[in-house]
Each structure stands twice: as structure tokens, then as C-alpha cells.
């Protein structure tokens, strides 16, 4: 009995020694997969402004779209007062790469007593005349014009007025005033319709595609860009 209880433990201690060693060995990868840091995860990517459609100002809201011919009504706001106007526009032609109208040229010239002048425009553009029509729909005398208010839109590239584009549709209202059809360039009170006429120069070869008309007092303010209406040219 003593030689087989010593035999029997002397067996044992073996065993216990190999089933530590495989505890040991099966614990290692099972807290190494525990720890490992897990993947970072992709950052989502940062949400994308609304592009704006294709003439109207990047970030304006436009408050409708139109196309040449169609009216639609503008109320202008204004930051330091409570009033506002209130306009029934709508786009009546687009005229490029002809020379100023000799009417309205001779008629300027002659209120001052210069020779009639044949404006040309910058080296390598055209003139573009815009001719649209004003009614004033709000409730008071108001005064308007395309100087600041309107773009002339080439694809996505607008062009404003210039200094001396703005003096060029000056004579153009002048002309029109004379012949007894008064344009809000000189005010309209409530009800009344005129004729208003924007000057652009886009480059010789390119074809105007909009407008953008804006529903304030300048295309961009102080407060920023504002919202307006893109008007769609007939083709």
C-alpha cells in the first residue's frame, strides 16, 4: 500500500504540471484578443452644401424660376425700415452683340450737347441689352433699377453692371421718359408700368442662359447674399 500510494503520486504531480502549462498556454491568445484596440472607425464624411442651380448665387435661396416672358413678383425689403416694395417683373428680350441703340445714344448726346458717341465695349465682350417691364404692385411710390439688382448669366459666371454700363441704361431711361413711357429708374407709384433696360458685357462668342433678378436691394448685402429669382432665357 505505501509503494503504490507513492508510485500513484509521483504519477499525479506530472499530470498537474501539463495541464497547467496547457491552461497557461490556451489563457495567453484569449486575453491578447481582448485587449487589442479595436479599429478606428471611418469618419463619416461632412455633410455637402447644397449646390445652387446653375446662375443664381452660391448660398442664395431661390424664391422661384422662370422663364423669358413670365412674370413674377419681387417683394424688396429693406434692413433699416419696416417698408417694403413690391414689383411685378418680367423679362421681355435679351439682345447681344448689337450696337447701342442710336436713338437713345443721339438722345443723350444732344441733352448735353456732345456729338452722338458709338459706345464700344471692353476689348474681347459684346454688349448685351436686357429689356423688361416693371409694374409696381406694392403700396407706395417706388424706385428701381438693374444696377447692383440684376446679373446676366453666362452658365454659372454672372456679370453686373459696370460704372459705365449703368450710365449706358441711364440714357436708355432717360430716352424712354421722353417718349412718354416712364420707367421706375424715375419711380412709379401703385399700379403704374414702365420700361427698364440693364447693360451687360459678356465675351464675344458666349450665349446669355439666365438672369438672376434679386428680391432686395443688392445682389449681396451687409447681411449677405439674397434670395432671388433665376430666370430661364428662351433659346
Known amino acids: 500500500m505505501d509503494v503504490l500510494l507513492k508510485v500513484s503520486r509521483t504519477v499525479t504531480a506530472p499530470v498537474l504540471l501539463l495541464l497547467m502549462a496547457a491552461c497557461s498556454d490556451?489563457?495567453?491568445?484569449?486575453?491578447?484578443?481582448g485587449t487589442t484596440a479595436p479599429t478606428n472607425p471611418t469618419p463619416s464624411s461632412a455633410p455637402t452644401a447644397p449646390s445652387a442651380p446653375e446662375g443664381a448665387p452660391l448660398g442664395a435661396e431661390v424664391l422661384g424660376t422662370v422663364h423669358t416672358g413670365e412674370p413674377f413678383t419681387a417683394t424688396i425689403t429693406f434692413r433699416?425700415?419696416?417698408?417694403?416694395?413690391?414689383?411685378?417683373?418680367?423679362?421681355?428680350?435679351?439682345?447681344?452683340?448689337?450696337?447701342?441703340?442710336?436713338?437713345?445714344?443721339?438722345?443723350?448726346?444732344?441733352?448735353?450737347?456732345?456729338?452722338t458717341p458709338t459706345p464700344t465695349p471692353e476689348a474681347g465682350?459684346?454688349?448685351?441689352?436686357?429689356?423688361?417691364?416693371?409694374?409696381?404692385?406694392?403700396?407706395?411710390?417706388?424706385?428701381?433699377?438693374?444696377?447692383?439688382?440684376?446679373s446676366l448669366n453666362v452658365?454659372?459666371?454672372?456679370?453686373?453692371?459696370?460704372?459705365?454700363?449703368?450710365?449706358?441704361?441711364?440714357?436708355?431711361?432717360?430716352?424712354?421718359?421722353?417718349?412718354?413711357?416712364?420707367g421706375p429708374t424715375f419711380g412709379l407709384n401703385p399700379g403704374s408700368r414702365g420700361p427698364v433696360h440693364?447693360?451687360?458685357?459678356?465675351?464675344?462668342?458666349?450665349?446669355p442662359t439666365s438672369i438672376w433678378v434679386t428680391s432686395s436691394t443688392a445682389i449681396?448685402?451687409?447681411?449677405?447674399?439674397?434670395?432671388g429669382y433665376l430666370v430661364l432665357l428662351n433659346r
Do not use: H
Not at 490556451?26 to 484578443?33: F, K, M, R, V
Not at 454672372?158 to 421722353?178: G, L, M, P, V, W
Open 26 to 33: 490556451n489563457s495567453g491568445p484569449a486575453t491578447s484578443e
Open 125 to 150: 465682350k459684346r454688349f448685351c441689352v436686357v429689356a423688361m417691364d416693371a409694374l409696381n404692385v406694392g403700396k407706395r411710390e417706388a424706385v428701381w433699377n438693374a444696377d447692383s439688382t440684376v
Open 198 to 207: 440693364g447693360i451687360f458685357q459678356i465675351p464675344t462668342g458666349q450665349q
Open 80 to 115: 433699416d425700415t419696416a417698408n417694403e416694395e413690391r414689383w411685378r417683373f418680367t423679362v421681355r428680350s435679351v439682345t447681344c452683340g448689337k450696337p447701342l441703340d442710336s436713338a437713345v445714344m443721339a438722345y443723350a448726346a444732344d441733352s448735353v450737347g456732345a456729338p
Open 155 to 182: 452658365g454659372d459666371t454672372r456679370y453686373t453692371q459696370s460704372q459705365k454700363d449703368s450710365d449706358y441704361a441711364s440714357d436708355y431711361a432717360q430716352y424712354f421718359n421722353s417718349k412718354g413711357q416712364v
Open 220 to 227: 449681396t448685402t451687409v447681411d449677405g447674399v439674397q434670395p
